[in-house]
């Protein structure tokens, strides 16, 4: 069987994609009030050994993966450049053939996507995009399960982002094109997102709004999306809050959505400026079913990549 890795979500595909949501939503139903680490029934993946490399910090990906693969019956090893070859000039190309003869999986947390790339073209065990600065898929698994836990159906579900075209609007971009969905995208002038995601979005049949109006994007809209502002790294910060001010998400945008519209948010927020207190505290937020639903998605990510998930009939 070929090796399924899992840089993208077209790696996945729309049939993938739908399988690991139905996937997420059995087990995590299967296991309510179960202690966190306790493995699922069947422990599908007893025995096998995922490798955690990070050369970005990280809470949510790092727990999630770690008690995803405890879930399934799996072990963790975690390594982070600091503390590994990586960080002093080993290749990216070696790390991934040595690892691939000593685990069975490996997820990558890293900037540069050529890097990833990298990994995947000389690893012999499935890599995995815990992120890159081009994309984010597992997070878009995370919230696609959440949209679809709050009631709303994915085929013309209307979507708003606020703030910058980043790797996570990307990859809602891709999911766009492959579950049917609608996007309306407000970011200030030079914070686009990538003119190849519109247009694969646009190809799939989504319909895609660019605009610098935020009121333009929100009214009517089922989801709002926002993200951090400043990413890791980033520099320039003055220019770009000021730019960004007038996309906070906040009550007086919230009430431009259809009613009882969801709002999500990857974290960690800086709350008071990408997202006002009250909508991130309030009853239409489901930031932190999101951030759990990061377990569940990724333990049906892990799975599709070792092909044990079937298709949707």
Wanted: net charge negative; proline share 4%; hydrophobic share 45%.
């Amino acid at each position: 069987m070929p090796i399924k890795h899992f840089l993208d979500l077209s790696d996945a595909g729309a049939d993938g994609i739908a399988a690991m949501i139905n996937d997420a939503i059995d087990r995590k139903a299967a296991r309510a009030d179960w202690p966190k680490g306790k493995p699922d029934a069947d422990a599908p993946l007893d025995g096998r050994v995922l490798a955690m490399v990070f050369e970005k910090n990280s809470t949510r990906t790092r727990v999630s993966f770690d008690i995803a693969m405890r879930q399934l019956g799996g072990s963790v090893l975690t390594l982070d450049s600091s503390s590994s070859q990586l960080g002093r000039g080993e290749t990216i190309a070696d790390t991934a053939r040595v690892l691939s003869r000593m685990v069975d999986v490996i997820m990558l947390r890293t900037d540069d996507h050529a890097k990833i790339e990298e990994m995947a073209k000389h690893a012999t065990v499935p890599v995995i995009n815990g992120l890159t600065d081009r994309s984010h898929p597992c997070q878009i698994v995370a919230d696609l399960l959440t949209v679809i836990e709050h009631g709303h159906p994915l085929p013309g579900l209307e979507v708003a982002w606020f703030g910058d075209g980043n790797n996570v609007l990307h990859s809602i971009l891709e999911a766009a094109a492959l579950m049917k969905f609608n996007v309306r995208i407000a970011t200030p002038a030079g914070y686009e997102p990538e003119a190849e995601f519109v247009e694969m979005a646009r190809v799939g049949g989504s319909q895609v709004t660019l605009t610098q109006d935020a009121a333009e994007a929100a009214r009517g809209a089922d989801v709002l999306i926002t993200d951090t502002w400043v990413s890791m790294g980033q520099e320039h910060v003055h220019n770009k809050l000021a730019a960004m001010a007038p996309y906070q998400v906040n009550n007086e945008l919230l009430s431009q959505a259809k009613p009882g519209a969801k709002f999500l948010h990857c974290l960690p927020a800086h709350v008071g400026e990408e997202v006002s207190e009250k909508v991130f505290e309030g009853s239409q937020s489901v930031v932190f079913d999101e951030a759990e639903n990061r377990i569940h998605a990724q333990k049906s990510v892990l799975l599709w990549s070792f092909g044990l998930l079937d298709a949707p009939s």
